[in-house]
Structures are given as C-alpha cells and as structure tokens.
C-alpha cells in the first residue's frame, strides 16, 4: 500500500519493553549453561521486536525467540536499506560504514544525521463518510487495542451528537481538517457551521497517533499524506492492508532528519519587500515555517520529499537521506556498466519509484533493452540540475525525466524548471535541447519506455560530446556541480563564448550596472549575503564574483539609484569562473581642506542634489561642508558662528 514516502518509513527503535526492565542483566543475549538451560536477556533487541508482548507472562527458560516475526515498520526498513545499497554499491574495493555526507559549515546542520524518537500508543482517528464502515474498522482495531476515535462527514447526518460506545468514540461533523505527523494528529472539526478543534467534543482525543481516512477525498491539510496516515481510497485490499498493519504502529519508533539547514546560506528574512519564501510554498506537508523571519524545519512532519533543496538557490537546504554523493555515485555505476559492456549510445529515463515500478517489466533486464537505462530515484525532487547535467557529463547522450501526476503541482513545476535550464545550457552549448525532455503522467496512462526511442549516432555530430565519462572531485555542493558539469560539456563543444544565457529567474547570472546612475554608495554590496559584491578597499569601486551570485535581487531593490539589473547566465570558463570583476570604480573625491580621500565624486554630487533647498544647507559656506570629510566637517561646524541658531 502506498502512503506518503516509502523512504520515509521508520524502523521500530529496538528497546526494552516496560514489562521487561531489570528482569535480567546479562550481557549477551542467550547463554548455554552446562545443563543446556537457557538464560535470556530481555534487554536485548532480539527478544524486544515487537513492543506489545508481554514477555513476563510466561515461562523465562523455555521462552522461543520470535526469528522471522517482524513488524511492518521493519520490513519498510529493510526495504530502505536494499534501496540504499543500490543508491551506494561498493566501488573499488569494500564498501565503507556510511556517514552523514554535510559538511560541518554551520553548527546547525552538524547534528543533522541524528534520528528522531516517535512514540505511538496506538489512538486512531477515523474518519468516514459511512458510519457503519466506520464502527466495523473501530470495533476491529479496539480489538488490537488501539483507542479509537470515530469521525462521520457527509451532507446528510443525522443531529451533531458525541458518544461513547466502549473504548470507541463517535462525533459527526460536516467537515474534517486534520495537520500534523506520525504520533501528533490534530483535527479541526465544523460542526453546524462552527469550526472547533477535536479536543473542545472530547478532552482526551486532542491529539492521535494515527488516522484512517476512509473518504473519497482527504482530510489532510497538505499535499501529501505523512507516515501514520492511511487514505486506502475504494480499493478493498489496499483497506485490509491498512486495517493489519495499524496495530503495528504502536511503540517506539525512530525518525531520520532527511534534510540539513544551513542558515548562514539562507535569504529569507533579509528583505522586507522581496523575500524568498520558495521552501514554504513548496513544502507539501507544512514542516517549513517562518519564525521571527527565520527558517524553522520541524523534522517531525518532514516527509523527505526534497521540494526545499530543490528551489533553494542558495543551496541553505541539502538532501542528506540519501545523500547527494549516494545518488550520483548511483547514476555513475548505472552508466558505467553499460559503458563496461560496449553499449552506445544510451538513453536515460529517470523517474520516481512509482512510474519506476508501473514501467519495470518481470524478468527482463532493462538496461539491455532499446539501449535505455531505467534510473529510479524515491522522489522525483532529487533530479535537479545538477544531476541532469551529470548525467550527460557521465556519458548518457539524452535523459528524459518521467514525474508522476500525483506529485503536488508545485514539485512538477520546480523539476520542470530544472529541465527547462538545462535545455537552455544544451542549446547554448549547440548539443541540441532536444536532449532532456520532461513528462508529466501516471503510472496506468504510458510506459515510459516507449517514448525513448533509440538514439541516433551521436558521434556523427560536430558539437557531441565524447563518450568519455567524466569524473567528479567529491565533496562538492550542487552549484560547485552544476559549473564543473557544464564546463566539461563546453570543453567537448565549439563554442567560443565564456559564458551561457539562462532564462530569468535562474540562480546564476552577471550584474549590468548603470555608470552614469551609480555613485558607488555601496549600499548592495552591504546587502549582498553571499559576498559576491563587495568594495574595492579605500578606492571607490564596486567588485563581483559571478561564481558566488544567486540572482536574489537584493542588490536590485537595495540600490537607492535603480542602476542594477540582473543577467541570468552561467560562465562555463574554468578561467574567470571564479576571478573577480570591477563593475564600476572612479577616482575617489578629496577632502577640500585636508586632502584625505572619503567618496567618489558621482556621490558627492547626489548628496548635494538631494540637499538642495535645506535650511542647514541655504549658502554656499554651508555646502562646502558636504565636500568635507567628516573630521573636517564637524571642526567646521562647531566653530562656526551658526552654532548659536542651532542651539538657542
């Protein structure tokens, strides 16, 4: 059954059960006497796989352990580590212990690879618009144990009325709306119109462990369903599936933080008229909320999805579950093999694990078919550009990136706006756009593989890169990735121009300065949070380092004159990627009394024009003082005969 991220499903936290503590306090698991009698260590996570056995209750010498018993959490565990052992496979030699692959630049992310403990006692929320259906799935699951509450919507329901039947507890409401996570539900019910939180009907239901929405539509106010969250829709055995792995989700359990937070990186919260909000409004499950204008992650409802690190420009957001160097060493190892085997040229379908499972066909290799390489990644986020352009710097000769339509809108227009840079990177390069190509669908309407067909030669083409694959340094972040990858593909083509034309709105790009606007007031570089601008020391100048400029138009709205405008570009020259550029400098303006340099010239004079007119600044002996340095001009102005007036 799916519901939310597969990769996101947790492994029950293998500790003691409470009926268990102090019972024993051997050191191994199992000890053989001389008599062959058997000592047990219920400490151990052997015989603490399933927290709802009592293991007290019966005879401690003769007790079996439960081999091949596994709860369903464990078997999705198990499942996530095949997947990460396809994702990371041993290269050159024995695979090391895997660790956290973010690099300890602030002291926020550094504890990033810490799980989260869940605690689940078992309380359901139910919700349905067919009561009878409702009271069967309650009485079953009470049955296990589980507190259940009842939720009944419809159009046509009977007078609002809280119950009590047993443990069961029955509220019909008109409308249902349910947030939070896996061990924190919360639902807001409207009853007669009134809109009231499920605690004001019952006081111990305010907050539930887990939710069976029954409904044709969900309740969820997000748009994709958490772990703890079962929609089975109409299909029956989706349902039964459902129903027997509810009582599974009582217990401890622990949660991976699947995305580190870099908030030195971060723009949000640096303007007042223009502020990023990208990772809020993609976030489908509300974990990213803006707290005193600053970014705050609740890793708790954080389902991995990977929408955040795809729109940041500023890379403050990276994917650590898996992580960035798991997936690429990945996509290497499946190009590589099919380098390995003399096969070329080759097509590249990547898509997420659902269109991935719908396209793959029961005992057939995929990479030996029509020369297509088949690449599932768990979420269709973790293609960015940075993958897309590897995958072509890796020796794929096109790639066509398969999104699932039940993806929330604002995750298909974000990886759809990362093929559409790199088309844009291709056609500047002359390698044809043609190349990566974007589709929309689900897993019923298409297979995938047939709208790859097989590639023409390749090597026919002036502007083709080799098929050389290249090899990228580690320890890289995504915009680091993104240079070297189109470098390399400028390297293999004909193009002589340093640089790429990008569409607006992307996060690499050139400043175009005004000259005649400009008065190099510095006031950009000051705003600049990436240091990409920055004053040329004593003299009036204006410098820039493109390799570091995110296009967040801070510079833009800071500039007093208007004189800045973005260019979205990406430089492809390994030389002067990360040179710096003088944009605007003058001769610096001198004091008229002492001589010392304190501003440029085209400063002086808008100061001079905006105080036209003042009172403090009526005759000529008065503006000379704005042609001062500050020494000079306060000496001036406290020995003046005009101090009188201003003081009486």
């Known amino acids: 059954m799916k519901q939310g991220n597969e990769s996101a499903n947790l492994p029950r936290e293998k500790t003691p059960d409470s009926n268990t503590a102090g019972r024993c306090s051997e050191v191994t698991p199992v000890a053989r006497t001389k008599s062959d009698d058997i000592t047990i260590n219920f400490h151990s996570a052997e015989f603490n796989r399933i927290d709802d056995l009592n293991d007290c209750a019966g005879n401690y010498r003769s007790f079996q352990t439960l081999e091949g018993v596994v709860t369903a959490h464990e078997r999705h565990q198990i499942e996530l580590g095949r997947k990460r052992d396809a994702l990371d496979p041993p290269r050159n030699g024995p695979a090391c212990p895997r660790k956290s692959e973010v690099k300890n630049e602030d002291a926020e992310a550094s504890g990033v690879a810490a799980f989260l403990t869940v605690i689940s006692e078992g309380r359901t929320l139910i919700i349905d618009t067919d009561a009878e259906r409702a009271m069967a799935c309650g009485k079953t699951l009470r049955d296990h144990r589980l507190p259940c509450t009842l939720l009944v919507t419809g159009s046509k329901l009977p007078n609002a009325s809280a119950s009590r039947l047993g443990r069961i507890k029955l509220l019909h409401a008109d409308s249902v709306s349910v947030t939070g996570a896996f061990g924190g539900f919360s639902a807001t019910v409207t009853v007669g119109g009134s809109e009231k939180p ?15 929405d029954l409904q044709p539509a969900t309740s969820f106010a997000g748009g994709r369903l958490p772990i703890g969250y079962y929609a089975p829709g109409p299909n029956p055995a989706a349902l039964d599936e459902a129903m027997a792995e509810l009582p599974e989700m009582r217990g401890q359990f622990k949660k991976p933080q699947f995305v580190a937070f870099y908030k030195s990186r971060c723009f949000h919260g640096r ?116 993958v897309l352009l590897a995958a072509l710097a890796y020796g794929a000769k096109e790639v066509l990136v398969g999104c699932d339509s039940q993806n929330p809108p604002a995750i298909r227009e974000a990886v759809e706006w990362q093929v559409q840079m790199a088309r844009a990177i291709l056609q500047g390069l002359g390698l044809g756009e043609e190349r990566i190509r974007f589709l929309v669908t689900s897993p019923e309407d298409i297979d995938l593989t047939k709208v790859v067909p097989r590639p023409v030669c390749f090597g026919e083409q002036a502007n083709d890169a080799p098929t050389v694959p290249m090899i990228f340094p580690p320890g890289r972040d995504g915009r680091a990735l993104i240079h070297l990858a189109a470098q390399y593909l400028h390297d293999q083509s004909c193009v002589q ?52 400029c995110h296009q967040c138009e801070l510079c833009r709205e800071t500039c007093p004159e208007g004189a800045i405008q973005l260019v979205p570009r990406l430089l492809v020259d390994d030389g002067v ?51 001062m340095c500050r020494t000079c001009r306060t000496r001036d102005a406290l020995t003046s005969q005009e101090m009188g007036s201003w003081n009486p």
């Open 577 to 627: 990627t990360e040179s710096q550029a003088v944009l605007r400098e003058a001769e610096p303006f001198r004091c008229i009394e002492c001589g010392v340099p304190f501003a440029s010239p085209a400063m002086i004079d808008r100061i001079k024009e905006k105080l036209a007119g003042h009172w403090m600044y009526a005759n000529e002996k008065q503006l000379r003082r704005l042609q």
């Open 198 to 212: 499920l605690a004001e009907w019952f006081d111990d239901a305010a907050i539930f462990d887990l939710v069976l």
């Open 497 to 548: 121009q340093p640089w790429l034309p990008l569409p607006t709105g992307s996060p690499f790009g050139t400043l175009a300065v005004n000259s005649d606007a400009c008065t190099l007031c510095m006031a950009c570089a000051a705003a600049c949070p990436s240091g990409a601008l920055s004053s040329g020391g004593n003299a009036p100048r204006l410098v820039f380092q493109e390799f570091q």
């Open 271 to 386: 303007s007042h008229t223009h502020d990023c909000r990208r990772c809020l409004e993609i976030c489908p499950v509300g974990a990213i909320r803006s707290v005193d204008r600053g970014i705050f992650i609740n890793h708790y409802l954080c389902q991995g999805c990977g929408g955040c690190a795809l729109v940041c420009p500023a890379d403050a957001f990276r994917v650590v579950q898996p992580s960035q160097k798991e997936l690429l060493n990945s996509l290497q190892s499946s190009l590589e093999s099919r380098s390995a085997g003399g096969v070329s040229p080759m097509s590249l379908v990547i898509s997420d694990s659902a269109l991935a499972a719908s396209n793959r066909s029961p005992g057939t290799d995929e990479r030996d078919r029509d020369h297509r390489i088949c690449f599932e990644v768990g979420q269709i986020a973790y293609v960015r550009l940075e």
